[in-house]
């Protein structure tokens, strides 16, 4: 059907053309589609107790999970580090949804290779496409070192990443001396989390093998984890500037993932470099951001060197505190006045909305430690928690989870669903209703279906722009969620009373 080329139409115009509305009638005819009436009393009906009692019944099929696979997490921490190029060993279709999955959060082109395996490689093994597929990631894209992970397919077949790295080197694929970090990252457990892990820990491994632990350097090792706030590594940076204390973070994708537009196309943007990592043994202490993302790396870190490994998440205010005594008691160093004054500003700008938000009945989903965040900061302003869903749950964050909810008056109302998707929120958002939903884009079919307010934190958040270059931790970044959070309860009353005649009587100038 031709466009008028005085009058192009989008997709949102175009569509309601009769043409095409014609069109799809049709289609629902072809399809022998059910009427309208039954399915408005079918959605009718997934709204009640007794459709979410069978929905709770669900065990052989996942509907929206909340987690991604872990492939996605490895190549993320990969591009962490100085010159490295992501290697997937698996099917070119996984690498294709990775890229544009980064991609599209963070508007940013991520450079990820595969090493294409097709049904051939699925009988007979993909030794053959990892030997030409390092050799030609190498001399295209002559990186300064490749991370290989693997997906689904690879590891149902049993490939051996480190013997088939040897083999590849031994063929002259690659020098003898390239570093080729590797993870095996099966999909079938676990989730982007354990991928990250995973992937963190190989590289650490591979990089510190020639270097090992000769002694203390003053530094301090700072690993993110699964973070996709840009502005966070900034803002630790910041800190760690302000206290005086070297760091070394494990691993730094701020400019990668957010890098400046100055006109030249750079393959490889920032990242840890690989001399400072190879030194993260030599650490006199490691702080992880996130307990459930890094275990195996942590472990990793304590066991090599005897340093003190913690976990802090620099959460609102609680939150950052806890983090910056922590990162005074390991370096013996006062914390700066600079951030005493920032934690006043948070604590009246948390007194000045907290009136808005006392109170209001909250669902959140996300990775584990990005909850627990949350958690610590809506108990501090009074919100209250009801349903906490995270997909790629275990029993110690969930044990965490209800003590840290038990520890306040306002988590009373609160039931964590450890391993349920985004289709069992639903049911108890119809259910046992709230006043808000904290989570990422995909929440929004959630807000189309319950009309309930939808604050997009966390990852992927594909359908609003910029907000992952802004800080979630410290002080600054306690700001920016009362910000997020506060202005959707406060653009909710006013799409709630803006009827003129009917309900502008609370149509308030002044909030
Ligand atoms: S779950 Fe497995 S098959 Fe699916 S995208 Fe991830 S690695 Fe590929």
Partial sequence: MPQNIEDIKDHARLFQDPDYQALFQTKRSFEDAPSPEEVARVAEWTRSWEYRE????????????????????????????????????GSQGCVAYFRT????????????????????????????????????????YQPKMIAVCTTCMAEVIGDD????????????????????????????????????DN????????????????????????IPGFDTYMGNLREIKRIFDLFGIPLTLLADNSEYLDSPNEGTFHM????????????????????????????????????????????????????????????SELTGKPIPRELEIERGRAVDAFTDSQAWIHGKRVALY??????????????????????VVVTNSNEEFEAEARALLASSPYGQGATVWGGRDLWHLRSLMFTEPVDLLIGNSY?????????????????????????????????QGALNLLNWIINTILDEADRRSFIPGKTDISFDLIR
């Avoid at 457990?189 to 991928?195: L, Q």
């Avoid at 996300?366 to 965040?373: E, F, I, K, Q």
Wanted: aromatic letters at 10%; one cysteine or more.
């Fill in 366 to 387: 996300g990775d584990p430690d990005l909850v627990m965040g949350l958690l610590s900061l809506l108990l501090e302003l009074g919100a209250e928690p009801v349903h």
């Fill in 199 to 222: 992937m963190l820990k190989g590289i650490l491994t591979t990089l510190t093998q020639p270097v090992g632990r000769t002694g203390s350097n003053g530094t301090v090792n700072v």
């Fill in 101 to 140: 999955h980064l991609t599209r959060h963070f508007k940013e082109p991520f450079s990820a290779v595969s090493s294409s395996m097709t049904e051939d490689a699925a009988v007979f093994g993909g030794l053959k496409n990892m030997i030409e597929g390092l050799e030609n990631a190498y001399t295209l």
């Fill in 443 to 475: 929440g929004k079919y959630l807000w189309r279906d319950t009309g309930t307010p939808l604050v997009r934190i966390g990852y992927p958040i594909f359908d609003r722009h910029h907000l992952h270059r802004y800080p979630t931790y410290g002080y």
């Fill in 161 to 196: 990443l480190g013997a088939f790295i040897t083999t590849a080197k031994n063929e002259g694929s690659l020098p003898q001396d390239f570093l080729v970090p590797y993870a095996h990252t099966p999909s079938f457990v676990g989730s982007h989390i354990t991928g990250y």
């Fill in 268 to 327: 490889y943007p920032g990242g840890t470099p690989l001399e400072a990592a190879a030194q993260c043994l030599n650490a006199d202490a490691s702080i992880s951001l996130q307990r459930y993302t890094t275990p195996k790396t942590l472990e990793f870190l304590a066991e090599g060197t005897g340093q003190p490994t913690v976990t802090a998440r620099p959460f609102g205010i609680r939150g950052t505190d806890h983090f910056l005594m922590q990162l």
């Fill in 54 to 89: 069978k929905n709770f019944q669900r065990e052989a099929l996942t509907i929206n999970p909340a987690k991604a696979c872990q492939p996605l997490g490895a190549i993320l921490a990969a591009v962490g580090f100085e010159g490295t190029l992501p290697f997937v060993h």
